[in-house]
T-cell receptor, first 114, second 113 residues
Framework: DTAVSQTPKYLVTQMGNDKSIKCEQNLGHDTMYWYKQDSKKFLKIMFSYNNKELIINETVPNRFSPKSPDKAHLNLHINSLELGDSAVYFC?????????????FGDGTRLSIL | GDSVTQMEGPVTLSEEAFLTINCTYTATGYPSLFWYVQYPGEGLQLLLKATKADDKGSNKGFEATYRKETTSFHLEKGSVQVSDSAVYFCALLNSGGYQKVTFGIGTKLQVIP
């Protein structure tokens, strides 16, 4: 069983479009995250939710809007896609806010903007 | 703020060679330290961890020791295999925060037969 699953795995779209990436975890974790990994493999946190509440919001354009309908899901919607949005986006989860337990990652969504 | 400094790659080794990937950190408090591995086309997987000074994390022949005096957490393996080719990330989780993990830049390892 996949612990953290993201869909789609690949996303190819035109500049200016709006797209969404979905993430679900079946680990019973309270906290979920979105990361962006650029072409040089640098990993940057974008958002974190704990029990459906936003707790980390790094400097990310407001074209990116996360939504957490329940603690097992954290979706990412991106408006007006730009060339610079091309990257791999990873969802992750962890047991809770103040835990020292590691995060569990999904396999990533490879977003390519034409 | 917290930071993780990791040696830049790529690192190219022959099979059965000894591996060291250096990692040092800056943090307030008493962070937990991790090594993650990312195989081609996949997400990050936890390789090993250490939660306090002098702890040694180990897994799949890899080891790293949490050295508070040198603020380091170097990854080592005595004999690498082709299947170890991947990107390795050093990371820290500070005890006082909202589980915000700070990652190093990642070191690509290529093992050749």
């Amino acid at each position: 069983d996949t612990a953290v699953s993201q869909t789609p795995k690949y996303l190819v779209t035109q500049m200016g479009n709006d797209k969404s990436i979905k993430c679900e975890q079946n680990l019973g974790h309270d906290t979920m995250y979105w990361y962006k990994q650029d072409s040089k493999k640098f990993l940057k946190i974008m958002f974190s939710y704990n029990n459906k509440e936003l707790i980390i919001n790094e400097t990310v354009p407001n074209r990116f809007s996360p939504k957490s309908p329940d603690k097992a899901h954290l979706n990412l919607h991106i408006n007006s896609l730009e060339l610079g949005d091309s990257a791999v986006y990873f969802c992750a989860s962890s047991p809770g806010q103040l835990s020292n337990q590691p995060q569990h990652f999904g396999d990533g969504t490879r977003l390519s903007i034409l | 703020g917290d930071s993780v400094t990791q040696m830049e790659g790529p690192v190219t080794l022959s099979e059965e060679a000894f591996l060291t990937i250096n990692c040092t950190y800056t943090a307030t408090g008493y962070p937990s330290l991790f090594w993650y591995v990312q195989y081609p086309g996949e997400g990050l997987q936890l390789l090993l961890k250490a939660t306090k000074a002098d702890d040694k994390g180990s897994n799949k022949g890899f080891e790293a020791t949490y050295r508070k005096e040198t603020t380091s957490f170097h990854l080592e393996k005595g004999s690498v295999q082709v299947s170890d080719s991947a990107v390795y990330f050093c990371a820290l989780l500070n005890s006082g925060g909202y589980q915000k993990v700070t990652f190093g830049i990642g070191t690509k390892l290529q093992v050749i037969p």
